[in-house]
């Protein structure tokens, strides 16, 4: 069940991705529906799979390798689904989407075997620190994917070449908006998250480096770019690049520390 939960998921996130991509082959209106419905199950089906995967184990979708990047993949799919339905676009897709499903393969390859948790008030503490980190992350990635194809549009649009991408691509007006609120919402979620974490540590006397620095980076880098557009009144181009960049400069520094830690079975 959980195998063939992830295995629809998977599907789902990759027909997601060819949806979004059918305006490129052909001049049609943008299937916002169609695509909402594929992502829609996919995301329904990866939520079911970790309801029993939880029920099985006794143990949160978050500790452990497998679980945790299986719930990243289940939180960058439900964020995307929640971005897709209020623009009413289904570019964001393109990239997105991508990032759900090769969370979710990497999940299933290496194994959904939980890791140490913890109990009671504890637990509770733990649960909403990661809880929280990964929804911040995952708007993160929302507000990188918009910056990116803003970039993209913009480009485009300069060198009044007015096909594919201009007919895919929701106005830059709508990407700037999607990128402003996914790094405030970014930025809310990982300092309460890094809050948590820091009195976490001090409280039960653990500190795991890697994680520290790499949260701590990844704050850093949110809390620069909301703080840029909302205090420095920062441009759109300006808070496009600074968040495309930013974001994959985070994917590089956890996969560096993954390459280079010996394998603890945690996600960090």
């Given at each position: 069940m959980i195998a063939f939960a992830h295995?629809?998921?998977?599907?789902?996130?990759?027909?997601s991705i060819a949806?979004?991509?059918?305006?490129f082959a052909r001049p049609v209106r943008a299937p916002v529906r169609l695509l909402c419905l594929v992502l829609g199950f996919g995301v329904a089906a990866h939520v079911a799979g970790l309801i029993v995967y939880s029920v099985r184990s006794a143990s949160t979708p978050m500790t452990g390798l497998g679980?945790?990047?299986s719930f990243a993949g289940a939180l960058i799919a439900v964020t995307l689904l929640v971005v897709e339905l209020m623009a009413s676009d289904v570019s964001l897709s393109l990239?997105?989407?991508p990032l759900a499903a090769i969370s979710t393969i990497a999940a299933i390859s290496l194994g959904l075997r939980p890791g140490a948790g913890?109990?009671?008030l504890r637990g509770v503490w733990l649960f909403s620190h990661i809880a929280l980190s990964f929804v911040g992350m995952s708007t993160f990635a929302a507000a990188g994917a918009a910056g990116a194809m803003y970039l993209v549009e913009r480009r485009e649009l300069k060198s009044r070449r007015f096909g594919a991408v201009f007919r895919a691509f929701p106005p830059l007006a709508t990407l700037d908006?999607?990128?402003?609120f996914a790094a405030i919402a970014s930025w809310l979620t990982l300092t309460i998250g890094i809050v948590?974490?820091?009195?976490?540590?001090?409280?039960?006397?653990?500190?795991?480096?890697?994680?520290?620095?790499?949260?701590?980076?990844?704050?850093?880098?949110v809390t620069w770019i909301a703080l840029g557009r909302v205090l420095s009144g920062w441009q759109a181009r300006r808070a496009a690049v600074y968040s495309s960049v930013a974001f994959a400069a985070v994917v590089?520094?956890?996969?560096?520390?993954?390459?280079?830690?010996?394998?603890t079975g945690q996600f960090l």
């Open positions: 295995f629809v998921a998977i599907s789902c996130y990759i027909g949806v979004a991509a059918t305006p679980p945790a990047l990239v997105a989407a913890a109990e009671g908006r999607v990128n402003h948590l974490a820091s009195t976490y540590s001090v409280a039960y006397h653990q500190l795991n480096v890697a994680q520290l620095v790499w949260g701590t980076g990844a704050w850093a880098a590089v520094l956890y996969v560096a520390f993954r390459v280079s830690l010996p394998g």
